[in-house]
């Protein structure tokens, strides 16, 4: 097969998606790398219908990338993970208002384009994790205890653009990071942002039943296959709090080859994931994007996913 990885100047060197290029070069696959962030692209010559099986992207979320992706998709071309789905969950304030309306825990989320207007945020939703809404790998994440200290902290929050606002979970200051590939669930618990002073080491662990089902069900809500979900275990259950397409597979057993065989798996079949999720409604920005209201999740996970073949 003949596949494009967009890859952002930031993960150049990166394992992932490094070791999946040279695992399927092995293979015997022609990949052809396009570096968005720092190469001039004459466009028509690099998005061409019929030019590639499918294109990958491994870049930061504002990263100039994803329009390349888009144009690949509008010319007919198969993009891994769906063009719609990335889209989806790279805007984090459309993304908290899709898991809502569609029953994931996800916490209230505030979206503001300029910081002062945070201030209007009732005192009783403190304390507040304040974050970019386009941010990546933990940049710019602050927990803000007070109304106060986020008025002294609006100058810091300046030049970040859209940002979002969500009340703090109280949790035990370790993240569970729980990644899908090939149909399958992997979990890893590591330091939280929030907490950078505690001592965790990044290692696998048990998936619990309950995470595995929420975890499945963000699948389907956003129509993703290779995917990355941040949960935190808080006093009235998990609670998502990120969702990344194509995240680093970290402390998954044998990564490269995993992600090679899913990736050669949806350049030949597409994504049934994606087309069931935009079906059924979840590409469609929410009527009502944010607001208040129990989550709910259902009992039985909604997403199915063929495991991938050998890769040969």
Not at 4 to 16: A, K
Not at 70 to 97: F, H, M, P, Y
Not at 148 to 174: F, K, T, W
């Amino acid at each position: 097969m003949r596949l494009c990885f967009l890859v952002e100047e930031h993960y150049r060197h990166d394992g992932m998606p490094v070791e999946v290029i040279r695992q399927l070069d092995a293979w015997g696959h022609q990949v052809d790398v396009v570096r968005p962030g720092g190469s001039l692209l004459r466009i028509s010559d690099a998005v061409r219908a019929g030019s590639h099986d499918a294109w990958v992207l491994k870049t930061v979320s504002g990263g100039p990338g994803l329009p390349l992706l888009e144009a690949a998709a509008a010319v007919g071309l198969t993009t891994v993970n769906d063009v719609r789905s990335i889209r989806g969950v790279r805007d984090k304030a459309l993304a908290a208002a899709i898991g809502r309306s569609r029953g994931l825990p996800v916490p209230v989320t505030y979206a503001a384009a300029r910081p002062e207007l945070l201030v209007e945020i009732p005192e009783s939703e403190f304390p507040l994790v304040v974050k970019p809404a386009d941010g990546s790998s933990g940049r710019a994440v602050h927990l803000v205890p007070s109304p106060d200290r986020l008025a002294a902290m609006l100058p810091v929050l300046a030049g970040e653009g859209m940002l979002i606002a969500q009340p703090y979970v109280p949790n035990s200051g370790i993240d569970l990071k729980v990644y899908c590939v090939g149909g399958e669930l992997y979990a890893t618990e590591r330091r939280s942002p929030l907490h950078p002073d505690r001592g965790v080491r990044e290692r696998h662990v048990p998936l619990p039943a309950e995470v595995a089902a929420i975890v499945d069900q963000v699948g389907a809500v956003y129509g993703l296959d290779l995917y990355g979900v941040d949960v935190l275990l808080g006093p009235d259950g998990p609670v998502v709090v990120d969702v990344n397409d194509f995240p680093s597979f970290r402390q998954v057993p044998d990564a490269a080859a995993k992600v090679a065989r899913a990736v050669l798996e949806l350049a030949r079949t597409g994504s049934a994931v994606a087309a069931a999720a935009f079906v059924s409604g979840a590409g469609r920005i929410p009527q009502q994007a944010f607001g208040g209201g129990a989550p709910t999740v259902d009992a039985q996970p909604v997403r199915t996913s063929a495991a991938a073949g050998d890769g040969r």
